[in-house]
């Protein structure tokens, strides 16, 4: 446990700018993402001799981004869509210069300027933000088509950046929107033009947009972007292929490790399923030999819903957020009734005393990142024992440590698998950038209202 904190105190926490340069020739808009384990930035790029950019050349320069160490990954966004360019190794602490070439779809990264092909004369092009969206709810159907203030959005449904996946009725889009917002309407299955609420943004060089279609609604909270997992120094530079977001998720993909709650592949080969096989019919057999019948409910036995966890409170089967006055006093109040029925993992923001709680048990993550206490939790579930539901304390208390747009909440609610409850309690000023359900809470004694 102590070997990374010494080797920290040991490594001078060193950070040196990192500009990078893509020959792409004309297009609308260029953004790098610029990564590696513990940073993760994003800059806008020009091809207009704005500084950074010396002059029209089709060689668009990106504004420095400061990122530890000497090495790193970088991501072109070329007109919506994601490009890797791989790892980069620069020596000492200076200014370092990622060269980046995409031609003939045959991507090449180097360190040295004098690889990119120039074309002086090219017309001029000042790029700008970049407009990520997604549409909630859609369904299937033909791709719709966002109008934000005037400017047209495609979206698609095959998988490809910035799509999360294929035909699973949530479509991506990406592009260059001129402007600061406006309002937005989706253009879809009808030949009607459907308003869906207004946006507006700032400066940022990734602009985030959700649209839901069945509350008719949009958000500019930013959602974490599906770029590949980190890569490492060993991955090639050279012609690194187009980023494909269609791959089945695996155990351990780079530096980034992915839970699945679905049956998969196992590293243990065909001896599990030996093994099930084997027992499950040693257990026919003896359950024959007792003259037992496997168990089931007789359909005259009706289930009777479990009352709320306080009055008004949401029901047990969707996740929630839980705004109160005293969030801490909340939580700990409701924790005790909560662990009668429910095996608990809480999640705390640094040292908040618990007291012993009785019932079918606490858990306390001691690791709050969002991947550790799904993981976590999933064990739990899997293993004998109450149904486990999960509370956490305070809207940044889950960490979505190196991604791009944080989305630690809801990424660990998408993580669970169903029958597993998860509570989020937060205070009256804090945000919650998930799409979940608020309920307003009031008390002691608690009860509450959604909002």
Known sequence: MLAPFLALLSTPALASAIEVRAAVGSVQGVVAVVRDGATTSATTCNDAGVAPDDTADGVWTCSPVDIPGNAADIVLIVDGHATDAGVLEWEGYGARVAAVSIASGVVTASTDLGALPATPGARPALGG????????????????VLVIGGAQLFCHDDGNFPDQGVNDGQPGCAGVV??????????????????????????????????????????SVPFDLPLRALATSDDSVTSAPPVSTTEP??????????????????????WPWIVFLVGG?????????????????????????????????????????????????????????????????????????????????VWVAMVPTWEEVAAGVVDLARSEGAP???????????????????????????????????????????????????????GPPWSGARL
């Open 281 to 361: 019919g040693g257990g026919v057999v003896a359950l024959r030999r007792l003259g037992a019948k496997p168990s089931s409910l007789r359909p005259t036995l009706r289930p009777l819903a479990a009352p709320p966890l306080f009055a008004g409170g949401p029901p047990w089967s969707e996740a929630a957020v839980l705004r109160a006055g005293d969030p801490t006093a909340f939580a700990l109040d409701t924790l005790p009734v909560l662990a009668q029925s429910r095996r608990v993992v809480l999640v705390l923001p640094g040292l908040v005393e618990v007291p012993p709680v009785g019932g079918a048990g």
């Open 178 to 219: 001129p402007g600061a917002g406006g309002a937005v309407s989706l253009h879809g299955q009808s030949d009607q033009l459907i308003a869906v609420g207004s946006v507006s943004w700032g400066a940022e060089p990734i602009r985030f947009l959700s649209v839901d279609v069945a509350t008719a609604t949009s958000s």
């Open 129 to 144: 933000p970049l407009t990520v969206a997604r549409v909630l709810g859609y369904g299937p159907g033909p791709p719709p």
């Open 249 to 270: 998720p695996s155990a351990d993909r780079g530096n980034v490790r992915v839970y699945a709650t679905g049956v998969g592949e196992t590293l243990l080969g065909p």
């Open 388 to 442: 486990v539901a999960l509370l956490v304390l305070g809207a940044s208390t889950v960490q979505d440590p190196g991604a791009l747009a944080p989305d630690p909440i809801g990424k660990l609610a998408r993580a669970l698998p169903p029958g597993i409850w998860m509570g989020v309690v937060v205070g009256l000023d804090e945000t919650v950038a998930a799409w979940l359900p608020v309920w307003s809470v009031t």
